[in-house]
């Protein structure tokens, strides 16, 4: 989608590993996974989280499954806070926006930081996007 914000032009390995299994829990004609066909001990190894998807109004709270590496990079934890809470920083930049474009289209966002790569895929449930998948790589 040409002009999109946040758009998936390129993935590292790391990610296109997240992406494809990600495609891999996509069921029929459906364009996304439902949220809890997801096991986060399907990616061992790989720097990702969870983010809820409130709506009305639409936030973005991060679920119990951040990797260790993600908030060490932060310097604290943000497990069951939402986005709009913490500071903005590395590797946080840009979040809300993200997110938002990601549950707005329906499609994966990427966002390229100074020194990392962050990966948004959105999950279906309950009607709607109800959770994003986000992964890292790190430069």
């Known amino acids: 989608m040409s002009g999109t914000p ?18 891999s829990l ?8 439902f949220w809890d066909d997801f096991a986060p001990s399907a990616l061992p190894g790989q720097d990702i989280m969870l983010l809820d998807v409130f709506d009305k109004p639409l936030r973005f709270r991060f679920d119990s499954v951040v990797a260790s590496e993600i908030e ?3 310097g604290q934890q943000v497990r069951d806070r939402f986005c709009d809470e ?13 997110a938002n474009v990601a549950v707005e289209t329906g499609k994966p966002t990427l966002h390229q930081g ?3 790569r962050r ?3 959105p999950m279906w449930g309950d009607g709607r996007v109800s959770m994003l998948l986000g992964a890292f790589s790190w430069s």
Not at 6 to 22: C, I
Request: glycine content about 2%; overall charge neutral.
């Open 114 to 116: 100074a020194n990392y």
């Open 119 to 121: 990966l948004l895929l």
């Open 72 to 74: 060490a990079r932060y």
């Open 26 to 33: 996509i069921r029929g004609a459906n364009d996304m996974p």
């Open 86 to 98: 913490i500071k903005a920083s590395t590797p946080f930049e840009l979040l809300n926006d993200q």
């Open 6 to 23: 946040f758009p998936v032009a390129w993935l590292d390995p790391q990610l296109q590993r997240v992406e494809h299994h990600w495609r």
